[in-house]
């Protein structure tokens, strides 16, 4: 079993819809919390950066992360064509610098 | 303008061949990353180092070797003995060592067989 699991889509939704996206993990020790987009042939690049659970929101963009359910969500409200990306959830414990990635989900928003 | 470069963005490596793709940073972090990234498999870490002169293996270091004998250059090494080198190669970086601050990525540098 993988660390951190990611449903690799593709998804495609319509300009204007919200959109889900979702990572499990097994490592109870993640604390903290990452989800970067990743546009095509360029370098993944920071979104959301969480500690424990709750819910951050900065903009069109929330993450959650519940750790009870070891379940972590990126939504994005109102969706737009530059939205169009693969999302990378990511996760550390505590005094490590190491992440452990999910692989990715790829979006597309049709205008 | 801070950030991460690798150079170059597109390399073809022949059989047999060794190939140094650079990475360089301004951003005055001590900690650097260097990942590879196939179609479905997110990214797997190779090599890093918290320090200068210091680095460690990561869960596949086999067949690539790196140096760091400046803060700001961390150069990876793709060897004649990694025997499937076509990737997606990603440099990252983080302020200080341990300190479970976010990376940042350049923009990665794609390895192709000639």
């Known amino acids: 079993q993988k660390e951190v699991e990611q449903d690799p889509g593709p998804l495609s939704v319509p300009e204007g819809a919200i959109v889900s996206l979702n990572c499990t993990y097994s490592n109870s020790a993640f604390q903290y919390f990452m989800w970067y987009r990743q546009y095509s042939r360029k370098g993944p690049e920071l979104l959301m950066y969480t500690y424990s659970s709750g819910n951050k929101e900065d903009g069109r963009f929330t993450a959650q992360v519940d750790k009870s359910s070891k379940y972590i969500s990126l939504f994005i409200r109102d969706s737009q064509p530059s939205d169009s990306a693969t999302y990378l959830c990511a996760m550390s414990e505590t005094g490590a610098n190491n992440l452990f990635f999910g692989t990715g989900t790829r979006l597309t928003v049709i205008p | 303008d801070g950030g991460i470069t690798q150079s170059p963005k597109y390399l073809f490596r022949k059989e047999g061949q060794n190939v140094t793709l650079s990475c360089e940073q301004n951003l005055n972090h001590d900690a650097m990353y260097w990942y590879r990234q196939d179609p479905g498999q997110g990214l797997r870490l190779i090599y890093y180092?918290?320090?200068?002169?210091?680095?460690q293996k990561g869960d596949i270091a086999e067949g690539y070797s790196v140096s760091r004998e400046k803060k700001e250059s961390f150069p990876l090494t793709v060897t004649s003995a990694q025997k499937n080198p076509t990737a997606f190669y990603l440099c990252?970086?983080?302020?200080?060592?341990?300190?479970?601050?976010?990376?940042?990525f350049g923009d990665g540098t794609r390895l192709s067989i000639l």
């Open positions: 180092s918290q320090i200068v002169n210091d680095f």
């Open positions: 990252a970086s983080t302020p200080q060592r341990n300190s479970n601050q976010p990376q940042h």
